[in-house]
């Protein structure tokens, strides 16, 4: 049996993937994948955890925040849709309306 | 109290506040028509109401007087209580009358002395929110309810004097009658405070029996001191020195208000508050004498000032002022009736002279200016007979009314053994007959002689634009529609035409009443038996003897004299000194203003300084500006607004806001609308977080 530490130290090394590239990256799709690559960071400890202390609320809570994810994925790209549509460009750098 | 039944007598006040909702919220969209007919309905049948009232009233027996309806409980306080509720006794029944009747009568004619101005709703909303103030304070059963009416009409007065408001005199007059006022209450509101302290109640019949509990002060005690500052309340309301200011200006709003508040009601509210009072003023005899040395001194003050003034709203202005203090002489020296019933037949014939002035001024197209008056009493036959009636009443020619109430006063004044004086009785009589000339000299210059035109009567029809402004006091215009009696065909020469009936109506019933209500008091002396004095005896315990019982409040000694016969004659041959003084005004007017036109100018340069001191009123006005107003405006701009507002206020507000402004002109860069700084701030705020757990978990 794979002991714990190995999943965690994969959701960490993961987790920071997904944070630098959603530093680094400009192009919002992928700005958006990185998101996504950091829930599932989470969503490997939770059942991680669930799995080694033999308790289901962890799985509970995995389906949860899929189903967030889905619906942010899809307020998300229709948004992104949205924002190509009217500045024909999907780098964060150039949408910075909000600037005073 | 025993049972008794219930009038409703909420009903009567409310009645004018309706009308006066209905045309101040919706009027402006009315025809003026329907607008008219709103503003005289719900008076008229306040007036109807009180009729039916006074006449269940009488059905009542003694015991059940004073009539008290408590409605709900107003204010409750740790143990102090204030109800909703009215008091009906012969008092108030009495001023129920005067208020509803001569203000119905006032509503008519106003409703054709206004129908060319603009703003007539709001106008007659007003007029019945004035209705309603004034009948809350008359039926009123505690000190604080007549307080509310008190402050209601004091407004009712603001807004119906500064009604013309884009003149800017018209606006002034009706501040400055709010603001004299407020000095006046401010001595109630203090006399009401040591009432609650010593008595804890503000309702009349708990203070009263309070009051009656207590010994006479013959010191100055807290009576004194309460009864005091009552009466500088009432100077202030009722247009006495050192407050009177403030109702010669007051002129400045529609002859109709004039009328209805400036000389019948609401200014009579003083009198009415120092006469309900009358167990208070009785405990205090020292407060007593200076109500009677106020009104003697009023009386012949204004009176003098009557004299000269050359504005025929202002004369009748000086001569309410004058017999005000008649009034509260009467009140003074402890003949509280006979002040109500001067009080009751003033409002008939003073009402009836501002009509009649009103009528004539309308009729002039707007002249006010006595000296470009004269003639008229063929042109406006109907005018001149009743403002003939109201003359001869008021200079106190028997038998009109203002003979009896006045010489009921003059009488009163001499013989009351306590608080008379023949000081007083003097006084009065001078102030009789200077009333007597000053309202001939009126009468005179008005109906009599020539008719002198305007000097710039060449100017005329093109607009009136020349005349002085104050002569165009009742027809400056609010739309800028100038009415056709100010400017057009009856603005100048022969175009003298008389009032439509809808004014003159009213102006023949006061003028019947002013004739006739004297016959309520005839004094024991001339054959009557002064049934208005018997019907008021058990509210004024000490005035009438009939009243006397065990248990009154009573400070005065019996005034039975040993010898009634005597007493008697004494009183007839003051009565004939009354009558002697009035003719002889008469004949001084009559010789000065019919026969040798030519002598008062003459006098008046012989004797410049005191003509000119009478013109200027005694510089009264100055010498408050002087020593009062202007202190307080110039204080007011130094201190309060360059000093407190602009250096403390402003600088504490200011600085909050710059303060602000600086630390977010710093905060604000972290706010660059780039999504990856965002990104990055939330990183470092994560980051923090998470060394911030690590960091608490290594401590454990």
Request: aromatic letters at 14%.
């Amino acid at each position: 049996m794979i002991p714990l530490s190995w999943y965690l130290i994969l959701g960490a090394i993961l987790f920071a993937i997904g944070v630098a590239s959603f530093l680094v990256k400009r192009n919002i799709i992928t700005i958006f994948m990185s998101i996504e690559l950091m829930l599932n960071a989470v969503n490997l400890t939770f059942v991680a955890f669930a799995a080694q202390w033999h308790q289901v609320s962890g799985q509970v809570f995995v389906f949860f925040v899929m189903v967030v994810a889905a619906a942010e994925a899809a307020v998300g790209l229709a948004i992104i849709l949205a924002v190509f549509r009217s500045r024909e460009t999907l780098n964060v750098d150039q949408v910075n309306l909000l600037k005073l | 109290m025993n049972p008794s039944p219930n009038f409703n007598l909420w009903l009567i006040p409310v009645l004018p506040l309706i009308g006066s909702a209905i045309n101040g919220l919706v009027g402006k969209r009315f025809p003026r028509r329907l607008v008219a007919t709103i503003a005289l309905a719900f008076p008229g049948a306040a007036f109807a109401y009180a009729l039916w009232v006074v006449s269940q009233f009488a059905s009542l027996a003694q015991a059940q007087i004073p009539h008290i309806e408590r409605l709900f409980p107003w204010i409750e306080a740790n143990g102090f209580r204030v109800d909703y509720g009215f008091y009906l006794d012969q008092l108030s029944v009495t001023m129920l009358l005067v208020v509803t009747g001569i203000g119905f009568l006032i509503h008519i004619y106003a409703v054709g002395y206004m129908a060319e101005e603009g703003g007539y709703y709001r106008f007659f909303s007003y007029l019945n929110l004035f209705m309603f103030f004034m009948l809350t304070l008359i039926l009123a059963h505690s000190y604080l309810l007549m307080f509310v009416g008190w402050e209601g009409v004091g407004l009712a007065s603001y807004l119906l004097i500064g009604f013309f408001f884009l003149k800017q005199s018209a606006a002034q007059a009706g501040k400055k009658a709010f603001i004299t006022n407020r000095v006046g209450d401010f001595g109630f509101l203090i006399g009401m405070f040591l009432l609650i302290k010593h008595f804890g109640t503000l309702d009349y019949d708990k203070v009263f029996s309070a009051v009656a509990q207590l010994p006479v002060e013959t010191s100055v005690g807290f009576l004194t001191a309460t009864a005091l500052l009552m009466m500088f309340g009432a100077a202030g309301k009722s247009a006495q020195i050192p407050l009177y200011v403030w109702l010669p200006d007051a002129m400045e709003g529609p002859t109709p208000v004039s009328a209805l508040i400036h000389a019948a009601t609401m200014v009579t509210a003083g009198v009415y508050m120092v006469a309900r009072s009358n167990a208070l003023f009785l405990h205090a005899p020292i407060a007593l004498r200076v109500v009677a040395i106020i009104g003697a001194l009023t009386a012949i003050f204004a009176a003098s000032i009557g004299l000269v003034q050359n504005d025929i709203k202002r004369v009748l202005a000086y001569s309410t002022v004058s017999q005000l203090g008649y009034m509260f002489m009467a009140l003074g020296v402890a003949a509280f009736s006979a002040g109500i019933f001067h009080l009751v037949t003033h409002a008939f014939f003073k009402a009836l002279l501002f009509l009649a002035a009103g009528s004539v001024i309308h009729g002039l197209g707007g002249e006010q200016d006595m000296r470009h008056m004269g003639g008229l009493r063929k042109l406006i036959p109907w005018t001149f007979w009743t403002m003939t009636v109201a003359t001869f009443a008021i200079a106190g020619f028997p038998p009109l009314s203002g003979f009896f109430s006045k010489d009921e006063i003059l009488w009163k004044a001499f013989s009351d053994r306590t608080h008379g004086s023949w000081v007083f009785w003097l006084i009065g009589w001078i102030t009789a007959g200077m009333t007597s000339f000053y309202m001939f000299r009126l009468w005179f210059m008005t109906f009599f002689g020539e008719r002198r035109a305007p000097v710039h009567e060449e100017h005329e029809p093109a607009g009136g634009a020349h005349l002085p402004s104050s002569a165009r006091a009742d027809h400056g215009h609010q739309s800028g529609v100038q009415s056709a009696h100010g400017h057009g065909d009856h603005g100048h020469g022969g175009g003298v035409h008389e009032s439509p009936w809808i004014m003159l109506g009213p102006l023949v019933v006061l003028a019947i009443g002013a004739a006739l209500v004297g016959f309520l008091g005839v004094p024991e002396a001339l054959g009557g038996s002064n049934r208005f004095d018997q019907f008021m005896a058990p509210v004024f315990h000490s005035s009438s003897e009939p009243a006397r019982s065990a248990e009154n409040f009573a400070a005065t000694e019996p005034q039975k004299s040993e010898n009634p016969e005597e007493e008697k004659s004494l009183e007839l041959e003051l009565a004939a000194a009354s009558v002697a003084i009035a003719l002889s005004g008469f004949g001084l007017a009559y010789f000065f203003y019919v026969r040798r036109p030519e002598l008062p100018d003459r006098i008046a340069n012989n004797v410049r300084g005191v003509y000119r001191t009478l013109l200027n009123k005694y510089w009264v006005d100055e010498a408050y500006y002087a020593t009062v107003i202007n202190p307080i405006v110039d204080g007011s701009r130094s201190v309060l607004w360059r000093g407190i507002d602009v250096g403390v206020i402003d600088a504490i507000v200011n600085g909050v806001g710059t303060t602000s402004k600086g630390l977010s002109g710093v905060t604000r860069r972290m706010q660059s609308g780039s999504i990856r700084s965002y990104a990055g701030w939330v990183a470092i705020g994560a980051a923090c977080v998470v060394g911030f757990m690590i960091w608490m978990g290594l401590r454990i």
